[in-house]
């Protein structure tokens, strides 16, 4: 079911550590995801939630590869990005509940989540529209000599937009450090891609571009590691320049809020059940030694608790805020 | 202003704009300009000439007809520390980046909680004449001044060109720089030394105790036109330039107001949603002192430009236009005036020389 172009990857096989490591992000992001949905109906939290349950490898994946200097530009459904790439999880946590120690302080919600300490630039709820923002992060890298590259994530629905194209182009004509990761899940919010694409050759459409494109079919993990350190090792290097991933995934949850929705007539369950066998979470914890995925699941459990708590006992935010931040300086 | 600084030479405002990009480019290397045209022979009608001879093609380089992206580059690379200038020889085209304006540059100090800050310039040229017709010639301010986190600055003159564009170009925050293609040549006396215009100062260009005409952009010229026009009728208008519209010092206009009684704004765009509507109403909501207050606004006919210069001339304010209203304001009961056709030529078609 994968596509090929990985085998020189497959001998950098992953060490215990580097499982343990997957799995605990896995396993972070799907259950304070769950922790979220189990919450959201009593109204704590105070922003849309787009839930990324399911889709966790393509951002652990990713991550993996790059550098904790190395800069993420995540989508609005970007909990998993935020924290596959070590952002703050309480920041978060306060941020989806409005309090004044959220990332933004309550300005910006799960849509507009951002985290420079860790290198995560913000988000927008206007689709592609962060795409440029990560070329242009990425620009400035290369004018100062860095090594350092920025992963661009964004859905299928973004390639539509002109600004992707516009993006490409521009960040192979300058040979910019930028990783495009589409994670296509199928679906632009409710509207497959039958519907809206004439053919499903994006990753060939990009290449037309001279940028190196790849894809992986079937979500797993560590293809989806392998392929990205593929990449960033790439572009650190002497060629340069942008590198393409298309990581087929699928969205578990309905596109924004809490539920399910396969009763809703778009789409049947039955389209979900092989991403369920195939679920990367499960795939990568029985690979763990003995007593190590108890430990790493009770660990992930206390930082999900600490975070609601935080997020609970913090104040909201003063109503003088409302008026700082428009400028600065 | 009122005396020219010593080591201050006569200057085009296209030759002041220049200045003021070398001389921060020469100050500060985050400092890069970028843009359709910017390093062709025709230097966007000479404004960045020079600048790719002397800082090399790094620092300053033409980009694909891409407008919404490299208005997002712009902004990507603002945050990582540097300070772009994104040139547009046309307002017009800045439809084309309105969603990264508008959704991101504007927006990121404020939703992303204070993390970032995005010292972005936008240079932009308001087109008039030559048939720039529907597509050249809009003078599309209004629209950036309603988004709260972009500021935006209309220099009239060659030494505010150069004041405020280096002011832009320091500032931490996004800046639409609102230039007009009929201000380039027009000298003023212009530093040698860089110095900064500082955004939310209006000045008085001429005083006068009957009226307050404000006029933004090249209609400050007009304005200033008008003004010449009716001392000839003993009327006194006191002129003052904005010159930044978003911080708008208000105080300044509703001083004179408080004095005149009587406010014309004179703009160069639309009145409907306008600067001048802004204008008129910031000052009839500080009008304190129980005096009525006559306001007008003028700006561009209600229809989109057209080409002929016999359809254009009635599309635009111009000066024997304004002192006509100016008139009327001041003396309602009196027969309706209109200035000597001679004395009433644009300004423009007179070379104008700043400082005022």
């Known amino acids: 079911m994968r596509l090929q172009a990985l085998n020189a990857l497959r001998e950098r096989e992953p060490s215990s550590d580097d499982l343990e490591r997957i799995y605990r992000s896995l396993r972070l992001i799907r259950r304070a995801e769950e922790e979220i949905a189990r919450i959201y109906p009593s109204d704590k939290i105070k922003s849309p939630v787009h839930l990324?349950?399911?889709?966790?490898?393509?951002?652990?994946?990713?991550?993996?590869?790059?550098?904790?200097?190395?800069v993420v530009s995540p989508t609005y459904r970007g909990h998993a990005a935020l924290l596959a790439k070590g952002g703050s999880l309480k920041g978060m946590m306060a941020e989806l509940y409005g309090k004044a120690t959220g990332l933004t302080g309550g300005k910006g919600g799960s849509m507009h989540l951002i985290d420079m300490r860790h290198n995560v630039l913000g988000a927008s709820a206007v689709v592609g529209t962060t795409i440029p923002v990560a070329v242009g992060y990425a620009l400035a890298f290369k004018r100062m000599k860095s090594t350092r590259v920025v992963a661009a994530f964004f859905g299928d629905g973004a390639t539509e937009e002109g600004v992707f194209a516009e993006s490409l182009n521009f960040a192979a004509l300058h040979r910019?450090?930028?990783?495009?990761?589409?994670?296509?899940?199928?679906?632009?919010?409710?509207?497959?891609?039958?519907?809206?694409?004439?053919?499903?050759?994006?990753?060939?459409?990009?290449?037309?571009?001279?940028?190196?494109?790849?894809r992986i079919e079937d979500g797993d993990v560590l293809a989806i590691r392998a392929q990205a350190a593929d990449a960033v090792a790439k572009m650190r290097g002497r060629e340069g320049g942008p590198h393409f991933l298309e990581c087929r995934t699928y969205r578990w949850r309905e596109h924004v809020g809490p539920n399910?929705?396969?009763?809703?007539?778009?789409?049947?369950?039955?389209?979900?059940?092989?991403?369920?066998?195939?679920?990367?979470?499960?795939?990568?914890?029985?690979?763990?030694?003995?007593?190590?995925?108890a430990a790493i699941d009770a660990a992930v459990e206390r930082e999900i608790a600490d975070a609601i708590a935080f997020a609970e006992d913090s104040p909201f935010p003063e109503r003088e805020a409302l008026f700082t931040d428009v400028f600065a300086g | 202003m009122s005396s020219?600084?010593?080591?201050?030479?006569?200057?085009?405002?296209?030759?002041?704009?220049?200045?003021?990009?070398?001389?921060e480019m020469r100050r500060d290397a985050s400092v890069f300009v970028f843009g359709c045209d910017v390093d062709d022979h025709k230097a966007i009608q000479g404004s960045t000439r020079g600048l790719v001879e002397e800082f090399g093609a790094e620092r300053v380089f033409n980009t694909p007809l891409s407008e919404d992206a490299m208005a997002g580059v712009a902004i990507g690379a603002a945050m990582a520390g540097m300070r772009p200038i994104h040139v547009h020889i046309r307002m017009d085209f800045l439809m084309l980046c309105m969603n990264?304006?508008?959704?991101?540059?504007?927006?990121?100090?404020?939703?992303?909680?204070?993390?970032?800050?995005?010292?972005?310039?936008?240079?932009?040229?308001?087109?008039?004449?030559?048939?720039?017709?529907?597509?050249?010639?809009?003078?599309?301010?209004?629209?950036?001044?309603?988004?709260?986190?972009?500021?935006?600055?209309?220099?009239?003159?060659a030494h505010d060109a150069k004041g405020c564009l280096t002011a832009a170009i320091r500032d931490d925050n996004p800046v639409i720089f609102v230039e007009?293609?009929?201000?380039?040549?027009?000298?003023?006396?212009?530093?040698?030394?860089?110095?900064?215009?500082?955004?939310?100062?209006?000045?008085?260009?001429?005083?006068?105790?009957?009226?307050?005409m404000v006029g933004v952009s090249n209609m400050l010229v007009e304005c200033l036109r008008a003004r010449e026009l009716l001392a000839e009728v003993g009327i006194s208008a006191e002129v003052i330039d904005p010159i930044s519209l978003v911080p708008l010092d208000i105080e300044t206009i509703v001083r004179s107001v408080g004095r005149t009684g009587r406010l014309l704004v004179v703009d160069n765009a639309w009145t409907c949603c306008g600067a001048s509507a802004e204008i008129v109403a910031a000052v009839a909501e500080r009008a304190a002192n129980g005096r009525p207050l006559q306001a007008r606004r003028m700006g561009y006919a209600p229809v989109t430009c057209p080409t002929t210069p016999a359809l254009e001339a009635e599309f635009y304010p111009d000066p024997a236009k304004i002192a006509h209203v100016a008139h009327a304001m001041v003396r309602p009961d009196a027969t309706p005036w209109r200035p000597d056709q001679r004395h009433a030529e644009l300004a423009y078609q007179v070379k104008f020389r700043g400082p005022f």
């Not at chain 1, 049947?268 to 003995?290: H, T």
């Not at chain 2, 600084?5 to 070398?22: C, G, K």
């Not at chain 2, 007009?180 to 006396?189: E, K, M, S």
Request: with cysteine.
């Open chain 2, 100 to 157: 990264q304006l508008v959704n991101i540059a504007a927006k990121s100090r404020y939703m992303y909680g204070g993390q970032v800050k995005v010292p972005l310039v936008v240079r932009s040229v308001i087109g008039k004449s030559w048939g720039q017709g529907a597509q050249h010639s809009q003078g599309l301010h209004a629209m950036f001044m309603h988004v709260p986190g972009l500021k935006v600055v209309a220099p009239s003159n």
């Open chain 1, 260 to 293: 399910e929705d396969y009763d809703a007539g778009y789409r049947s369950r039955a389209e979900l059940a092989p991403w369920q066998r195939n679920d990367q979470l499960e795939r990568i914890g029985v690979l763990l030694a003995g007593g190590h995925r």
């Open chain 2, 180 to 212: 007009h293609r009929l201000l380039y040549y027009a000298d003023a006396f212009v530093p040698e030394e860089p110095y900064v215009v500082p955004f939310g100062k209006a000045r008085v260009c001429g005083a006068g105790g009957d009226v307050t």
């Open chain 1, 176 to 214: 910019l450090p930028v990783l495009f990761v589409c994670e296509n899940n199928a679906y632009a919010i409710h509207t497959p891609i039958a519907k809206r694409w004439a053919t499903e050759r994006l990753a060939e459409r990009v290449a037309s571009y001279g940028i190196p494109a790849a």
């Open chain 2, 4 to 23: 020219p600084a010593s080591n201050a030479r006569l200057l085009s405002y296209v030759d002041a704009l220049a200045e003021a990009v070398a001389q």
């Open chain 1, 52 to 70: 990324s349950i399911g889709q966790e490898a393509v951002a652990v994946g990713v991550c993996e590869a790059l550098a904790p200097d190395d």
